[in-house]
């Protein structure tokens, strides 16, 4: 599913590069955005988790391992519940992430976290929410508003890609902090979720 309507996308492209110089560059460099959002809430977050501190390789083999597991692509909570710790420890999860594992899996099946809601709630909101999940921290539930509720103006400041990508195609000596982030994508607004996935693309 495209994460915005074409409209809006091609008001995003309009509005950036008619605001930031240096972003309109890379546009015309990278062409039309293409990303996409991820459908499946539970297993968006629980890729996240998997994810966490190990490589895409490493995450992908352990997701694998997760479906072998439940007999099943669908990894849907009341087939993960199902799963016992050796069972998720076996697929390759450390014995932290196992409980963050359970802890998100809980979450949903007792309707603390009502996916299929957040779409409706504002972008702290959707945040506040996550972040009362074990292993989820600000950042994943940013990933989270950006692919799978496709909000549009997301700002990952805390995101090393985006600090990279900010430091190389902005002037930067170090890394920027998290002003110097925010200053530089204030002309991004309100599309900073696009000008974020350009930021990436810069990086590929």
Known sequence: MPL????LLADAH???SGSDDVLAEVIREVGPCTLDRQT???RSLLRAIVGQQISSAAAKSVFNKLEVAVHSKTLNPEAVSRLTVADLRGAGLSSQKVRYVQDLTEHVLDK???????HYKSDNEVI???TDVKGIGEWTAQMFLMFSLGRPDIMPWGDLGIQVAIRNLYGFS?????AECLEISRPWRPYATIASWYLWRTLD
């Open 4 to 7: 915005l309507d074409p409209q």
């Open 14 to 16: 309009r509005h950036l």
């Open 40 to 42: 499946n809430r539970y």
């Open 112 to 118: 603390r976290l009502k996916l299929r809601s957040l």
């Open 128 to 130: 506040e929410l996550l």
């Open 174 to 178: 170090e890394l920027p902090n998290k």
